[in-house]
């Protein structure tokens, strides 16, 4: 087991396309974790900004451009970037500088501006890119693989679009009650049937939006927590980054093909699977001493195939946990009470941090109408394109 | 004025009539493939090899999932604003013998309410578009229960 450190302060700016820039969203959200901490912005020693590639060079420079917006105080500064997977990178950047000594309060900020429609590649001909290659060459927008995974599930497991609608019928209820989320509007198992199809089988609203949207963490050292009056703050016990291991043998976002597995077996967990798992054995907790998961519903399907990377069921038993109601609020393991991408839509470098300020309030029991009953232990999980795992478990 | 024919992606795909197929590599160390085509290291990590040679990939394999883009995809990907958006299906296809997955824009004509998963399709050649100078060549999956 890893060292704690404890999350003094969460904050976010609320979700929605709301026509500004990616730097207000941020310092907003940073304002708010600082205020939540109890904490003036000159007593943070280090920042980590997780970067947006939609923001011009200002995005690439998240860190410095936070700092500068916050006012410069010379703190130590870090910028990471990791697709969908950024913030959690910055979790764990912060949480090195903290365990190894390097700073006692850090402050970890991510936002973004979306664009209209779908998300597309940096410009310019770059026929050595991998996300431009797949554009250019297949059209394959990030949808379309989102129906080949849930073609799959359906031709593998039984799934059906019903059991789909479910999941988006489930978050949109949760997301109504959450004051951060885009979407606020319960949505009925009839209104996905009537949207339209957007990359078979998946339709308008088994697909998460592009979002802005802004979230920061104050986290410390579980010493300075003491100090500070924090007896009991919320501790982060794991933080998952790994990468897949050869052959990935799984199709994967931005890839137009898995490895081979012809000369060297797969051996092990599939990705998705072996960043659960690298989660729970650095806690030192199972799938079973879980309260709540935030997951990345990047579609409906998707979240079902989450049950069982996360070991909440087993393989192509997702379904029948999400029927069974056990992943809605007040069953046995709720999974997105926040809403999860299906109320917020995506708002890349913000998202893996929303997902921890969601479960900080559920453990500290200020998440409202969707409060998990005694919430002590939750996880989240995510992945960004080119290989990056993201999942960090919470506890209290 | 006659358009030059050129794979949209050199080097990853050639041949004529029934020799058309993709064009990946081979790691003369490990036989490890890669496509795409890894032309400067072994990706495999127990491996140390460096030279990789062109393994063609067998031109038949069967849908591991498909899907399609019933909305236009943005740019780089090129389509004629002025016409309506005809959707076009994706298919993942499985190599048995090099056991990978493949992407490929299926050949026009077949929609998703023509595939299932397992079904038998192999690779022709395809025409992604044309510019004023370029016809701009790529593969497709065809199936073969489907004459399209």
């Known amino acids: 087991m890893t060292a704690e450190v404890a999350v003094l302060g969460v904050g976010m700016h609320p979700w929605g396309k709301w026509g500004r820039g990616f730097v207000e969203y941020g310092v907003v959200a940073a304002r708010a974790a600082l205020a939540d901490a109890g904490l003036d912005w000159r007593d943070v020693g280090s920042i980590v900004g997780a970067d947006t590639v939609r923001g011009g060079y200002p995005g690439y420079v998240a860190g410095g451009t936070f700092a500068k917006a916050l006012g410069w105080q010379g703190a130590r500064v870090t910028s990471v970037y990791a697709a969908c997977a950024s913030g959690a990178q910055a979790i764990d950047a912060a949480r090195a500088q903290i365990l190894a000594g390097l700073a006692e309060v850090v402050l970890v900020v991510g936002a973004d501006a979306a664009p209209k429609g779908f998300f597309r590649p940096a410009g310019g001909d770059r026929p050595d890119d991998p996300d431009w290659l797949r554009f250019r060459v297949l059209g394959a927008t990030n949808p379309t693989y989102f129906g080949l995974y849930a073609r799959r599930r359906m031709a593998v497991h039984g799934d059906t679009a019903d059991d789909f609608a479910r999941v988006k019928v489930k978050n949109s209820a949760a997301g109504a009650l959450n004051p951060y989320a885009r979407y606020r509007k319960r949505v009925t198992a009839e209104e996905v049937a009537a949207s339209p199809v957007v990359s078979d089988p998946l339709r308008l609203l088994d697909i998460c939006a592009t979002s802005d949207g802004g979230a920061a963490l104050v986290l410390s050292s579980l010493e300075f927590a003491r100090r500070h009056g924090a007896a009991d703050p919320v501790r982060i016990r794991a933080v998952s980054t790994v990468t897949p291991r050869y052959p990935h043998a799984v199709l994967d976002l931005p890839d137009i093909a898995t490895d081979s597995a012809a000369a060297v077996e797969p051996a092990g967990r599939a990705f998705r699977a072996s960043i659960a798992a690298a989660a729970y054995e650095e806690a030192g907790i199972g799938p079973e001493d879980l309260s709540l998961a935030e997951v990345y519903d990047l579609s409906t399907a998707l979240e079902l195939q989450w049950y069982e990377d996360l070991a909440l069921c087993a393989e192509g038993e997702g379904t029948k946990l999400l029927r069974d109601g056990a992943t809605a609020l007040g069953g046995r393991i709720p999974v997105n009470v926040s809403g999860g991408l299906a109320s917020f839509g995506e708002a890349v470098p913000a998202q893996a941090l929303a997902q921890v300020c969601e479960v900080t309030w559920q453990l500290r029991g200020q998440a409202g109408g969707r409060q998990v009953t005694d919430a002590r232990v939750g996880i989240t999980a995510n992945q960004g394109l080119f290989g990056h795992g993201s999942a960090v478990v919470a506890v209290r | ?148």
């Open chain 2, 1 to 148: 004025m006659s358009r030059t024919r050129t794979p949209v992606v050199a080097g990853w795909f050639g041949g004529d009539g029934d020799d058309f197929g993709l064009i990946g590599t081979r790691c003369a160390r490990c036989a490890s493939v890669f496509f795409p085509r890894e032309d400067t290291h072994c990706r495999n990590p127990g491996c140390a090899g460096g030279e990789l040679r062109e393994f063609p990939l067998s031109r038949h394999g069967r849908v591991w999932s498909y899907t399609d883009s019933r909305y236009r995809p943005p740019s780089p990907y090129v389509t004629d604003a002025e016409l309506p958006w005809e959707p076009y299906a994706l298919i993942a296809v499985e190599l048995e013998s090099e056991r990978m997955v493949v992407l490929g824009q299926a050949v026009p004509g077949v929609t998703v309410a023509d595939l299932a998963v397992g079904m038998e399709v192999e690779v022709v050649p395809g025409v992604l578009g044309e510019d004023a100078e370029t016809t701009w060549t790529t593969w497709y999956w065809r199936p073969k229960e489907v004459r399209a």
